[in-house]
């Protein structure tokens, strides 16, 4: 073992195919619920849209490239649904297909592992105008989806993801409106997530159908929630919302169903739940990946601080430019807590910063507080090794500075600065020291 990490042990970055493909019409993709949620005025900053993006498109070779010069390990990307069945019924569009086959090929020929996600937030608009994932029939579509790549990709990539962080698209794009398809208290939070996860469980038993052997997990973004005192109120407060991020899809992916507690909190009917849904959920997981960027102070609403007992817990003073609290040591405590499922592989699928990036020393952006953020995230990784958790490696968010969601692109996450002009990769400051990381085999 060289420095903490073990030998085998993979360093990558990650990245979505809505966030930097671009090439929105090319190659016979369709419409992404994106697409329209973009269109929408007021619901992404300054009306950005992911038309152009990064040009990933048609610059994949050149960010091989760059992945190289980094040292990466492996690559994590997400193929986009609209491109592989771009209608409802229709057949699959193998020229959408011949992008990724392209890109794995050369990830392979510069000894880089491919890791697939097949669904980043980014589902055709027919599936949206049939229901989206509020109706059952959207999972079964996901699983004949998974179906196509995998006949396409499964020779060479090992490595699957299903689903990036379900809890996204059903908290944001269906309570809060801040995510695609943009829905405000719609009632379908829950129904919406239970139907994410019965496409999980299809499409792994999809995936497994094509080749035996392969790697299939989940990407969940899961935090601790702290609550502001320990006022009854307060603690409930956190319990709960820490209750339906990180529970409401550990225990049923992991065989529990799901939780007594927060079915009686949520009231929620589960009249969406047929027989045989929990168990297809539950298909054995070969890997989780854990997105993780921070950990919040929870307190009721209708609480006043003059009423909760000292002393108040407030979130630490540093934070991102998304205005996130940096909090490393969240993510031990939730690797601690997938060590405790039994799975075997676990991998830090997402960590990284949103920094203002606006310091340039010789010719590059100067981003010393993403290199301090990210070794002290590296470092909690190292810990939780050592403790015995299956972490078998680490993906920084992100490769490229990108489409950040609602957002625009006016946060940027990337090791590599792209000009939104000329499309121009600099890779950063915090690219090279990662760079060093990888050569050392750690901070």
Known sequence: MNGRFPDGFLWGAATSSYQIEGAAAEDGRSESVWDRFCRIPGKVLNGDTGDTACDH???????IRLMEELG?????????????????????NQAGLDFYDRLVDGLLEAGIEPFVTLYHWDH???IEEAGGWRVRETA???AEYASAVEARLGDRVRHWMTLNEPWVTAHLGHRTGQHAPGLVDSGAELDAAHHLLLGHGLASMALRAGRPGREVGIALNLEPRRPRSGHPRDVAAAALEEGLMNGWFLDPLFGRGYPD???ARTGWPASVVED??????????DAVGLNYYRTEVVGDPGLRDEDRPPPLQNDPAEVTEM????????????????RGTGVEAVYITENGAACPDTAWKDGAVDDEDRCSYLERHIIEAGKAIGEGVPLRGYFVWTLLDNFEWSFGYARRFGLVHVDRTTQRRTPKASAYWYRDVIARNGP
């Open 57 to 63: 498109y048609r610059r994949w070779e050149e960010d």
């Open 72 to 92: 990466l390990s492996a690559y994590r990307f997400s193929v986009a649904w609209p491109r592989v069945l771009p209608e409802g019924g229709g057949p699959v």
């Open 124 to 126: 055709p608009l027919w």
């Open 140 to 142: 079964y579509a996901f």
């Open 261 to 263: 507690d927060l079915l």
């Open 276 to 285: 045989g849904d929990l168990a297809a959920i539950a298909q054995p997981l």
């Open 323 to 338: 205005g996130w609290p940096v909090t490393p040591s969240g993510l031990g405590e939730m690797l601690r807590l997938l």
